[in-house]
C-alpha cells in the first residue's frame, strides 16, 4: 500500500471513529476547542412566558455581605430550563448537604467561559457530566419549595477563566431587554440599581 493509500485510510478511520464518538468525551473536546470566544452569546435559559420574576441582578447587595454574582430567574414549580449556549456539562454539584434540593449545573462552553445553572430547589435534571448541549436542549426543572426568603428561583451566572463575571454584555440583545423590562416593572429595594446590573460600564446596553 503506497503512502498516499495509507494516509486516505488513516483519514477515513479517523472521521468514522470521531462520527462513532459524537456523544462522547473525545468529539466533546473537538467541539469544545472549536468554539471561539469571539462568537460567544448567551440566549434565555428559559421561555419569556414562564418567568415570573427577575429579583436580583448583577452586583446587588446581598443581606450575608458582599455582591450578587449572577442573575435570579424565578419561575413557577415544574418549569422547564433550557441550555443557553453550547457546552459541555463539566459538573454537577450539591449545594445543600442535608436536603440535596439544590444543584449547580456548569456548563463549559470553550475553555474561556463557563456558564452556572443553580436551581434552588431543583425538580428534575435531564443531563449529566459529560454530555454535550446544544441551544434549546433541556437541563432541568426547577423545584416546588424552598426554605430560603427568595423563593424558587434559577440562579444563572458566567464565568471568565473561572471568575464570576457579569453576565449582561453577553447576553443577545432581546434578551437582555426583556430580563431589563421584567426586573424593572416591580418594585425593587432601595439599595438596588435601577438596571440589571450596578455596572457603570454596562448601562448603555440599557438605552
Known amino acids: 500500500m503506497s503512502t498516499?493509500?495509507?494516509?486516505?485510510?488513516?483519514?477515513?478511520?479517523?472521521?468514522?471513529?470521531?462520527f462513532a464518538c459524537e456523544k462522547g468525551p473525545l468529539f466533546n473536546v473537538i467541539a469544545d476547542e472549536?468554539?471561539?470566544?469571539?462568537?460567544?452569546?448567551?440566549d434565555t435559559p428559559i421561555e419569556f412566558d414562564q418567568i415570573v420574576d427577575i429579583r436580583a441582578g448583577w452586583g446587588v447587595p446581598r443581606p450575608e455581605g458582599g455582591q450578587h454574582n449572577g442573575i435570579d430567574i424565578h419561575a413557577?414549580?415544574?418549569?422547564?430550563?433550557?441550555?443557553s449556549s453550547p457546552g459541555i456539562i463539566i459538573s454537577v454539584e450539591d449545594t445543600q448537604s442535608v436536603t440535596?434540593?439544590?444543584?449547580?449545573?456548569?456548563?463549559?462552553?470553550?475553555s474561556e467561559y463557563i456558564l452556572l445553572y443553580g436551581f434552588e430547589p431543583v425538580k428534575e435534571l435531564a443531563v449529566a457530566v459529560g454530555q454535550?448541549?446544544?441551544?434549546?436542549?433541556?437541563?432541568?426543572?426547577?423545584?416546588?419549595?424552598?426554605?430560603?426568603?427568595?423563593?424558587?428561583?434559577?440562579?444563572?451566572?458566567?464565568?471568565k477563566n473561572n471568575e464570576y463575571i457579569c453576565p449582561i454584555p453577553y447576553l443577545k440583545e432581546e434578551v437582555r431587554k426583556k430580563f431589563n423590562e421584567i426586573y424593572r416593572s416591580k418594585p425593587r429595594p432601595s439599595n438596588y440599581p435601577k438596571n440589571l446590573?450596578?455596572?457603570?460600564?454596562?448601562?448603555?446596553?440599557?438605552d
Open 4 to 18: 498516499v493509500q495509507l494516509k486516505t485510510s488513516f483519514l477515513l478511520l479517523l472521521i468514522l471513529f470521531l
Open 76 to 83: 413557577n414549580a415544574g418549569t422547564k430550563f433550557i441550555a
Open 100 to 110: 440535596k434540593s439544590n444543584k449547580n449545573v456548569f456548563i463549559m462552553y470553550n
Open 34 to 42: 472549536e468554539r471561539s470566544s469571539l462568537h460567544f452569546v448567551i
Open 132 to 159: 454535550n448541549v446544544r441551544p434549546g436542549d433541556t437541563i432541568g426543572y426547577i423545584g416546588g419549595s424552598t426554605a430560603k426568603s427568595d423563593g424558587i428561583h434559577l440562579h444563572f451566572g458566567l464565568m
Open 197 to 206: 446590573c450596578n455596572c457603570a460600564e454596562h448601562q448603555h446596553l440599557f
